[in-house]
């Protein structure tokens, strides 16, 4: 017997706890009880995307003998990332050009083979030669002039994963609750992979930072650190990039005089930093990054550590020899194409430490786990003096927003993209009836209708805004059912979501990219296809309809 009876539970609440069931075969008996029940098409559908799902897990992809045209460019470059051998990333180049010549696969599969084994032009150069920046360009007024880090520092200790914890309004916001949950997560495996004990800092800053401290403690932070301003009440460049700052650099080699020793931290700078990919996030990650001379992965959606081979003579120092680089943050984010991912390293190189690695991360883009606050950590009350010169700019007068739309907790989502053009006003209402015929449904928006110049009538011009996107820059949901209506799927938008249980896709082209993430792909014109599927929900016949359209 199983121990869940999907004819006992509603739609909404079933599609979370299918996800954690990784038995195919308990799958395959509710899917027989829901047939034998009250047999919800959305029901069997969600359990059959779960099968299929974790079946595809247990598929091992052979590199060597794995039929290329079966694979999207995505899953190639996932693929080709895990094989070291040179002789089979260039037989798998060889059969990529025989059969569908992707350049976007050639180019992953070629990019690996150099990161493995360099270029002709690596072999010939020998020993990378170091110069320092002010040598090698005299010419220049080079940072180094005024910036004493940049370049000084090599073969320094770094440790622990920072978390910028933000607030708006007084309140701590969703995405820093994420980044909490998922920094314990990697930190755990961290230290128990590694052998290490190394902790989540989380860093608050504004007027009533204090007020927050058990919250992400809650959330998985070992060492909080804050400081309390009432001139902080607001976000500012400057201010909070030099108290962040000043607070990694504690401890370390080029702290402020009267911090070069504090009992809570030993280290040179953080190891890792992460920060929200909000407005003010954005801001505050490329300013710290910037001053702590380092690197940033902006707009991540997916964190991972571990060792990686590295090639380059750049990083490794000698053209021909290959390198692991420990304790590798893998930050994966879309690429600026729209229709694939890449990951991101920031990996030193001799006399060069690229520390801390750091990424901002899309709201949304992991769980926020359960809180527990009967965790205990340790809190700094971090004091400086904050200088009256950043702040000679005062804000008069703001508005605060208030409303927008909150798409996460529906059922059903119904979203239309570009593919309105043709009778934009329409196009959303026709998507707005299909909203109003399910009990608990939403209209979402892709980025393309934002920032189109389409022009709507009054009655459905209140429905277009940026409350409404989703995807990359916009909201990330997880329906039971999401349609997608004249979406071309770019990786911006798969993001936004990718984790619903059941995706139906309606496009003109079959091949559109969203249908490689869709569940189905009905072949056609959303003005066409709309109405039908309003007229099937309303008559409790969507099953019947899907078929129909799909086969027209």
């Given amino acids: ?41 959305p029901v069997k559908t969600l359990i059959e995307s779960r099968i299929e799902t974790l079946e595809e897990e247990d598929e091992e992809v052979d590199p060597e003998t794995v039929d290329l045209s079966d694979l999207t460019i995505a899953d190639i470059a996932n693929m080709v990332r895990d094989v070291d051998d040179g002789d089979v990333l260039r037989d798998i180049l060889e059969r990529e050009k025989d059969g569908e010549n992707r350049k976007g696969a050639i180019s992953q599969i070629e990019s690996r083979i150099e990161s493995i084994e360099g270029t002709e032009e690596d072999e010939d150069a020998g020993e990378v030669e170091y110069v320092p920046p002010e040598e090698k360009y005299p010419e220049l007024d080079h940072p180094t002039n005024d910036k004493r880090w940049v370049e000084g520092i090599a ?42 004990n190394e902790r989540v800092v989380a860093v608050l800053i504004g007027s009533e930072a204090s007020e927050h401290v058990d919250e992400v403690v809650a959330h998985g932070a070992d060492l909080v650190l804050y400081h309390e ?25 080029l702290a402020h005089e009267d911090r070069q020793e504090v009992d809570w931290k ?53 053209a021909g020899d290959k390198k692991e680089f420990e304790k590798v943050l893998h930050m994966k984010r879309p690429d600026f194409s729209g229709f ?66 909150d798409l996460t907790g529906n059922e059903v989502v119904v979203a239309v993209g570009r593919g309105i053009g043709d009778d934009p006003t329409r196009g959303v209402e026709l ?17 393309g209708v934002i920032t189109s110049s389409y022009q709507f009538d009054g009655h459905v011009e209140q429905y277009i805004g940026e409350d ?28 936004g979501c990718d984790e619903a249980d059941t995706i139906i ?10 249908a490689d993430f869709s569940d189905y792909v009905i072949e056609g014109d959303l003005f066409d296809v709309l109405p039908r599927l309003t007229e099937a929900v309303e008559s409790g016949d969507l099953a019947t309809a899907l078929q129909e359209v799909s086969d027209d």
């Fill in 431 to 447: 998507a707005l009836d299909l909203v109003d015929a399910f009990d608990d449904a939403d209209l979402g928006l892709s980025r």
């Fill in 229 to 253: 301003d009432d001139r902080l009440e607001r976000f500012r460049h400057k201010p909070y990039t030099e108290i962040f700052c000043d607070m990694a650099r504690a401890g370390g080699e």
């Fill in 468 to 495: 409404r996107q989703i995807g990359e820059s916009g909201q990330e949901v997880e329906p039971p059912i999401y349609i997608a209506a004249g979406i071309s799927g770019a990786i911006q938008h798969k993001v």
């Fill in 266 to 318: 030993d280290y040179h700078e953080p190891r890792y930093t992460l920060f929200p990919a909000t407005n003010n996030g954005r801001d505050l990650s490329a300013l710290v990054q910037g001053a702590l001379d380092s690197g940033l992965a902006s707009d991540c959606s997916g964190l991972y550590i571990e060792n990686t081979m590295i090639s380059n003579p750049a990083k490794v120092g000698t």
């Fill in 340 to 405: 694939e991912y890449s990951t991101i390293l920031c990996i030193d190189k001799p006399n060069r430490d690229f520390h801390p690695q750091g990424g901002s991360v899309i709201p949304g883009s992991f769980d926020i786990q359960d809180p527990d606050y009967e965790r205990e950590a340790e809190v700094v009350d971090y004091e400086m003096e904050l200088d009256d010169d950043w702040f000679l700019v005062d804000v008069t007068e703001f508005d605060q927003l208030s409303g927008g739309v």
């Fill in 155 to 196: 073969g320094a200790e770094y440790r622990d994963m920072w978390v910028y914890c933000e607030t708006q309004a007084g309140e701590l916001v969703d995405v820093s609750k994420e980044m909490l949950g998922k920094a314990r997560q990697l930190m755990d495996d961290y230290n128990d992979d590694y052998d290490e």
């Fill in 505 to 514: 896709a309606i496009n003109t082209n079959p091949d559109a990219d969203i």
């Fill in 1 to 41: 017997m199983v121990d869940l009876d999907p004819t006992e539970h509603e739609i909404a609440d079933l599609g979370p706890k299918i996800k954690d069931i990784d038995d195919p075969d308990e799958l395959r008996e509710m899917l027989e009880l829901e047939e034998g029940g009250e047999d919800r098409v």
